[in-house]
Nanobody
Framework: QVQLMESGGGSVQAGGSLRLSCAVS??????????MGWFRQTPGKKREGVAA???????KYAASVKGRFTISEDNAKNTLYLQMNSLKPDDTAMYSC??????????????????????WGQGTQVTVSS
């Protein structure tokens, strides 16, 4: 079992920054986690993979956020982060973190798709005003 809890969302003006955090707790020392990701969704739209990180440190980003967002993790604190800079109104969404177990999920298509993920947080709202 993996439990995920996001924090750090809020309202910001275009051009501003936010850092999202995702606290991770497991019952087997994170052995159930091979990769983690951040997703976002707005009402009426499909959930979009934003960024992902594997346990070996390799990362993947959606084209829409590449160069602006950075995913990272602090294993000592069992926390996943998403640093979001140069925010745009189009970044407004509910952001959720998720974890997956499949060790063979390595491609961008796999890591930024939501089907390989087993556990999800409740989400944190990010609103960017123009």
């Amino acid at each position: 079992q993996v439990q995920l809890m996001e924090s750090g969302g809020g309202s910001v003006q275009a051009g501003g920054s936010l850092r999202l955090s995702c606290a991770v707790s497991t019952d087997n020392n994170n052995n159930s986690v091979s990769f983690m990701g951040w997703f976002r969704q707005t009402p009426g739209k499909k959930r979009e993979g934003v960024a992902a990180i594997r346990r070996d440190g390799r990362t993947k980003y959606a084209a829409s956020v590449k160069g602006r967002f950075t995913i990272s993790e602090d294993n000592a604190k069992n926390t996943l982060y998403l640093q979001m800079n140069s925010l745009k109104p189009d970044d407004t969404a509910m952001y959720s973190c998720a974890s997956g177990q499949n060790p063979y999920c390595v491609s961008e298509t796999c890591l930024l798709g939501d089907r390989p993920y087993n556990y999800w947080g409740q989400g944190t709202q990010v609103t960017v005003s123009s």
